[in-house]
């Protein structure tokens, strides 16, 4: 099994920044993308931004310009850094990964638990 846990979340004024980390463990054998969604209440599940294992990057339109994704190979581990923070982007934040793993021998997607972000002042 591939296991996947967050931290980071929390409840920020509008303008401020907080960092998520996501960390995946067990058997493992590649991890190719690493990523982010948000699902806020009443709306479906989107794309925040993803990191490839060779730092190519991809982000949501809405956040282009104050989130940045960041990965540690070395870590098994994803890092969202979000700043100037708008109310909107209050959501549960999952972190998500394509790997081989679980004794399987292609790629599947996993999932992480989710951690709450409350952007209010």
């Known amino acids: 099994q591939v296991q996947l846990v967050e931290s980071g979340g929390g409840l920020v004024q509008p303008g401020g920044s907080l960092r998520l980390s996501c960390a995946a463990s067990?058997?493992?054998?590649?991890?190719?993308?690493m990523g982010w969604y948000r699902q806020a209440p009443g709306k479906q599940r989107e794309l925040v931004a993803q990191i490839t294992s060779g730092g190519n990057t991809n982000y949501a339109d809405s956040v282009k310009g104050r989130f940045t994704i960041s990965r540690d190979n070395a870590k098994n581990t994803v890092y969202l850094q979000m700043n100037s923070l708008k109310p909107e982007d209050t959501a549960v934040y999952y972190c998500?990964?394509?790997?081989?793993?679980?004794?399987?021998?292609?790629?599947?997607?996993?999932w992480g638990q989710g951690t709450q972000v409350t952007v209010s002042s």
């Open positions: 067990g058997s493992i054998s590649r991890i190719y993308v």
């Open positions: 998500n990964t394509i790997a081989v793993g679980g004794g399987r021998t292609s790629p599947n997607h996993y």
